[in-house]
């Protein structure tokens, strides 16, 4: 029998493991399935189950919950840096290879953004990579951009360049100097992707990931800018 120390112990140890609820600003509100908060529900679900048994064996196997650090819901595999970088999760798999695409243009809406970031990190700490990258962010408002510090850091790099398209702000001036120049109010349309892919040095290879909708209307973008349907990947 445990003493009330060790049950407190005990209590105190299953609450640090019992899955953070998301903030409401994290969901996006583009109809991700699954949701942020879809998913804390699952975990929540599962940890109420190992609790209540007491056998954590029953949490083995789940997925590191990335929206406590930012990314929200999606999950990322590691690998070695400068061999490939793989992205298994609930939008698919997509394999990249170091220098195999030579240019990458990855369109990202809310969420979307996190199966780009093993991606980017694979390029950028390879030194013998040199594929460049441009990434264009949507959002609803600035302060809802997810993982600024990261993105900031990765336009760093002489090959990586981020551009933001923000859907509910419309003043250039409240956002800071340094975004000013890179981000466009509204939506990603037509005219924007022709511009973005024409401003590339070479015909880019697409990454599309956010909501059923807006991957879809990614795609028929691309089409019309130019790039065949083998030359852009839909998560």
């Known amino acids: 029998m445990m003493d009330e120390r060790e049950e407190d112990d005990e209590e105190e140890a299953w609450l640090q493991l019992r899955p953070v609820e998301p903030l409401p600003s994290q969901c996006c509100g583009s109809g991700c399935s699954p949701c942020v908060f879809d998913l804390y529900s699952r975990d929540l679900a599962r940890w109420e189950a190992a609790r209540a048994s007491k056998d954590r064996g029953l949490l083995r196997g789940k997925e590191s919950q990335c929206y ?17 970088a793989f992205w298994r999760g609930p939008f698919g798999d997509f394999l990249y290879k170091p220098n195999q695409h030579g240019e990458l243009l990855m369109l ?35 302060e809802g951009i997810y993982l600024k510090t990261f993105l900031e850091e990765q336009a760093r790099f002489w090959n990586i360049r981020t ?24 939506r990603l349309a037509q005219d924007l992707v022709e511009e973005l892919v024409g401003s590339c040095r070479r015909k880019p290879f697409a990454l599309v990931c956010g909501s059923a909708e807006f991957t879809k209307d990614m795609a028929r973008c691309l089409l019309r800018a130019g790039l065949a349907e083998d030359s852009y990947f839909l998560f």
């Not at 406590?68 to 490939?84: D, F, H, K, N, P």
């Not at 950028?124 to 990258?133: H, I, L, S």
Request: with cysteine.
């Open 68 to 84: 406590q650090t930012g990314l929200m819901s999606r999950y990322i595999e590691s690998w070695r840096a400068g061999v490939t």
């Open 108 to 142: 990202a809406a809310g969420t979307g953004l996190a199966p780009m970031v093993p991606i980017l990190h694979s390029i950028t700490e390879n030194a013998d990579d040199e594929t460049f990258v441009t990434l264009v962010g949507c959002f609803k408002t600035f």
């Open 163 to 186: 551009f933001f398209v923000l859907s509910q702000e419309s003043s250039p001036e409240q956002l800071p100097w340094s975004y000013r120049e890179k981000t466009r109010f509204g």
